[in-house]
């Protein structure tokens, strides 16, 4: 009896280590697609990320143009028709 009872213990010992192992198995797989796609997300933010620097480079230089005195008054006078105190105007019809 006591020897049937030590062959019960060792196979639900190697049932229970077998699920175990299923069990870890299973999981690291999960965890393995989890983080390939964490990898991929990461990548697709990094790209937009670059995207965003180059449109933000490319308006930081639209308002340092802009804000020029020689940008200011072209289009003073191309929107206003302003001219300058010391100009002469033609007009040719």
């Given amino acids: 009896m006591t020897r049937m009872n030590a062959v019960k213990k060792v196979k639900l010992i190697t049932i229970c280590a077998t699920i175990f192992l299923f069990a870890m198995i299973v999981l690291s797989f999960g965890l393995y697609i989890h983080a390939n796609q964490l990898a991929a ?39 206003l028709g302003m001219i300058k105190d010391d100009e002469e105007v033609f007009v040719v019809d």
Avoid: W
């Fill in 41 to 79: 997300k990461s990548a697709s933010l990094d790209k937009k990320i670059e995207e965003l620097s180059i449109t933000q480079i490319s308006l930081e230089e639209g308002i340092k143009t802009r804000s020029s005195d020689a940008y200011i008054e072209q289009q003073a006078r191309e929107q």
